[in-house]
């Protein structure tokens, strides 16, 4: 079968280019807040494109990290657009790395469809630690995370084809399964039942949290068909620079979050639904529990990311199990992410023994381990092994 991974991975980036709203905020922005002389650090650069904008603000240096294959991009469009004396490329994940100075700014676009989904917390707390200097200024330097009730039409297709009549027999339990998970929609201001609301804001360059918690009540403004909870970001780039996906969202780069009902039901002027978030381990985990009060009557009900169909079985601590990360789980997460068709089983155990020498050794040990996991998920690479 013909692989589209790097088709994909171009079609990916490019449409990132075309988005002349997020381009445009993030020059803007750049030029504002970078200084001549400035060193920067661009974390999750991608193509480089913003690596590029800040030598054209003046900086001395960049540092571009990324982990991704995209990087080989990067590397030719500096080369070609006059810039490579002035940007180091880092192919790595940014906490892997060290720079020989540290940065004065730091850049980086990993804003998620609703804000830190994709792990800015964690990369700005690390970065801060060891890669800035004190004070350094940041793009973005704050965001928001916004919700509203929202009936969404059409209705997610992963949710709907679990219920379709078609289908010969119950397969429910997939719509429960995929009920607990955030789901990508487009929303119209049509689509909302009620005034958004700001459920966090958080300044990247003062003392960011390791959990973030948040609730809010939400009145029903007109009859709809409740579908959940819609969610989107607003990032503060740089002062009086905004970057939103808002809806109608000016930016195709991202969509928006569905936080789904456990069962859609229509809803009236009057009516209130309240809803509770936590997102933990640096936006992997999202817990909600919606509380809805119509008239006299109040029901509760609680959706978890579960992300896993191991989720379904059955245990002895219940549905309102919340799961944490074993110190084994992050040994394999690490070598799954290490598996990117060029490493050898060998450097990665290398790296593993290095990294986690207390709890899987050294050795053959490491190596045994990490070769398992390697053939249990890697496809075999040219030189018979399991790619890794």
Same mark, same amino acid.
């Given at each position: ?64 990290? /990324?982990?991704?294959?995209?990087? /080989? ?137 390791? /959990? ?23 990032? /503060? ?152």
């Amino acid at each position: 079968m013909y692989d589209r991974t790097t088709v994909d991975i171009l079609d990916y980036h490019s449409s990132m280019l075309l988005d002349s709203e997020r381009l445009d905020a993030f020059r803007r922005a750049i030029q504002a807040v970078v200084k001549p002389g400035d060193i920067v650090l661009d974390i999750g650069c991608g193509t480089g494109i913003l690596s590029l904008f800040a030598c054209q603000a003046g900086a001395a240096h960049v540092y571009a990290v /990324e982990q991704g294959q995209i990087i /080989e991009i990067a590397r030719h469009a500096c080369r070609d657009n006059g810039f490579d004396d002035r940007v180091t490329f880092v192919e790595d994940w940014s906490s892997r790395i060290d720079v020989p100075r540290r940065a004065d700014v730091l850049l980086s676009e990993t804003i998620g469809n609703a804000a830190f989904d994709e792990g800015i917390l964690g990369l700005v707390v690390d970065a801060s630690k060891r890669l800035l200097v004190e004070g350094a200024r940041m793009i973005p330097y704050a965001l928001e995370l916004w919700a509203a009730p929202v009936q969404a039409d059409p209705y997610p297709p992963a949710l709907a084809a679990w219920k379709d009549p078609l289908l010969p027999f119950d397969f429910s339990v997939g719509y429960t399964l995929s009920n607990n998970n955030l789901h990508p929609i487009q929303l119209e201001v049509a689509d909302l039942l009620g005034e958004p609301v700001r459920l966090l804001k958080i300044d990247l360059a003062g003392e960011v949290p390791e /959990e973030l918690e948040a609730a809010a009540s939400f009145p029903i403004a007109r009859q709809g068909r409740l579908h959940g909870v819609g969610l989107w970001f607003r990032a /503060e780039l740089a002062p009086g620079i905004i970057l939103s996906n808002a809806p109608p969202n000016p930016a195709p780069s991202w969509v928006h979050w569905l936080l789904p009902v456990p069962k859609p039901r229509v809803v009236k002027p009057g009516d209130r639904i309240d809803v509770h978030l936590r997102i933990r381990e640096n936006g992997g985990q999202w817990t909600w529990q919606f509380g809805d009060v119509h008239a006299e009557r109040q029901k509760t009900a609680q959706t978890t990311r579960a992300g896993l169909l191991t989720s379904l079985r059955p245990s002895s601590a219940g549905r309102s199990m919340t799961p944490e990360r074993t110190q084994a789980s992050l040994v394999d997460l690490y070598i799954l992410q290490a598996i990117d068709g060029r490493t050898t089983v060998e450097e990665i155990a290398r790296r593993v023994a290095l990294q986690f020498s207390d709890s899987i050794g050294a050795g053959d040990a490491a190596y045994a381990h990490v070769l398992e996991v390697c053939s249990r998920y890697g496809s075999r690479g040219t030189g018979g092994a399991p790619a890794a």
